[in-house]
């Protein structure tokens, strides 16, 4: 058919928004209307008797007729031009002529929510992807309350039909989600690369926790075959008590920004102690870099610093030393290597001012205690940067579940956003007797 056809075919508005509905043989346009004083498109849709005669019964599949209708429902849905466009219809109430069964008829333009189309919900969730609810909300001319209540509909049916079968390494770490010490622990697939889990707290019980999620989810704790975590004695309980097969791999990064944080406290230490103050004003920035990632400027202050006397340079050193042990080839070698780092760093401070550099001691005290699950790293080849990369991602999280308190809306935000949902969710029909 060419295009004029085409034209002559769409005469009029009905034939136009019937096409653009899908509603083909099944549903008609009984009415189309524009309220000039409310700015609002609204549309009647009423079932044709070809959806009756191929309504088959959910429990056993028999023949069915129509019983009644349902009340007049109404449905939002995307805008005509800028004006807010309405559905309305009362969808049949079909009864199975055999078990005697009464559901309602689904309808084509439908979405998970009571009141929202399909197709006004994709794009609700495209929004809320990029933007914060709020402005989301103001954009497409709805309340932040309702788009909250879509959004949580589609991640509770999407999420309920995640596999995590194929799950066998898995990173753990908790993230702030309010001021004060308020926690919630996100559990991820370092492979697939997305959000498992993520519970209240930061204890031992969040970890028997997700091992009840994994039985939803076509999966078990035998599985896991290595987890990759901080020192934290909670999360060892955690794994010992629910996931005893598994290996702990403790977290290269997590010991980084140990070691990172010990060179800090070093540089308030020795500026406390005073007479160095002139070295290592405005230098907090410089010891938190690598050499190769400093500015030019900072580069050219570094050069000027004494750092043969500096007991701040010499921790600068050490972490660089440490991290340098992460490129070692084989496990044997990186062992040989912390050892003998952890045995350089109590030589050093105890030929130079120990009360300073007894906090670069304690990170030495610290590998020798976890030294088995360091090494580790070296068999398995996974960290936590999946999980410290989308840091930033979360913290957007935060700003966007702004305003709500409880932790179920910031979790949900988490999945939203972490666990590659497929989206918009496809839910089954609801039936009604």
């Known amino acids: 058919m060419d295009r004029h056809a085409i034209l002559r075919g769409m005469n009029t508005p009905e034939k136009l928004f019937h096409t653009l509905l899908g509603l083909g043989d099944d549903w008609e346009i009984t009415e189309l209307e524009f309220d000039k004083d409310s700015g609002e498109v609204r549309l009647r849709i009423h079932e044709l008797p070809r959806l009756l005669s191929h309504q088959r019964c959910p429990d056993d ?13 109404e449905w939002r849905h995307l805008n005509v031009f800028e004006h807010k466009c309405y559905i309305q219809s009362r969808l049949p109430r079909m009864r199975c002529k055999s078990c005697g069964k009464v559901f309602q008829a689904k309808a084509p333009w439908e979405g998970l929510s009571l009141h929202f189309t399909a197709a006004f919900e994709s794009m609700s969730l495209l929004l809320m992807r990029e933007m914060p609810v709020k402005k989301a909300a103001e954009f497409i001319q709805e309340t932040d309350t309702r788009l909250w209540r879509i959004l949580a509909r589609h991640v509770a049916v999407a999420y309920k039909q995640l596999d995590f079968s194929e799950a066998t390494c898995i990173g753990v770490d908790e993230l702030a989600c309010r001021k004060g010490h308020n926690y919630v622990t996100i559990f991820a697939d370092l492979v697939a690369k997305r959000v498992l889990y993520s519970v209240p707290g930061k204890d ?3 970890w028997k926790a997700f091992v009840k999620e994994l039985g939803k989810h076509s999966a078990n704790a035998g599985q896991i075959e290595c987890v990759s975590m901080d020192m934290s004695v909670a999360f060892k309980k955690g794994v010992s008590e629910t996931c005893p097969q598994a290996e702990v791999v403790f977290d290269k ?16 230490a020795e500026i406390r102690r005073g007479g160095r103050y002139n070295d290592l004003k405005l230098t907090r920035w410089i010891w938190l870099k690598n050499p190769e990632n400093l500015t ?7 050069k000027r610093i004494d750092q043969e006397n500096l007991i701040t340079a010499q921790a600068y050193q050490m972490r660089l030393c440490l991290q340098d042990i992460y490129q070692s080839p084989s496990v044997e070698r990186a062992e040989s290597r912390l050892l003998a780092w952890c045995r350089w760093v109590r030589q050093k401070a105890k030929q130079g001012r120990y009360d300073l550099l007894s906090i670069m001691v304690k990170v030495a005290k610290c ?10 790293h070296w068999e398995h080849r996974i960290t936590n ?3 410290e990369g989308i840091n930033n991602m979360f913290q957007m999280v935060k700003r966007r579940a702004r305003g709500y308190r409880n932790d179920e809306n910031f979790i949900m935000m988490i ?9 918009p969710a496809m839910d089954e029909p609801i039936h009604s007797k």
């Open 61 to 73: 599949g028999g023949e069915t007729d129509l019983y009644d209708h349902g009340r007049e429902r």
């Open 204 to 206: 031992s019980a969040t």
């Open 253 to 268: 990064y997590h010991l980084i920004a140990k070691t990172n944080k010990a060179v800090g406290d070093i540089r308030r």
């Open 296 to 302: 030019e400027k900072q580069t050219d202050r570094l």
């Open 367 to 376: 590998i020798e205690k976890h030294l088995a699950g360091i090494l580790k």
């Open 385 to 387: 940067a999946y999980m």
């Open 415 to 423: 999945y939203f956003v972490g666990s590659k949902l497929k989206l």
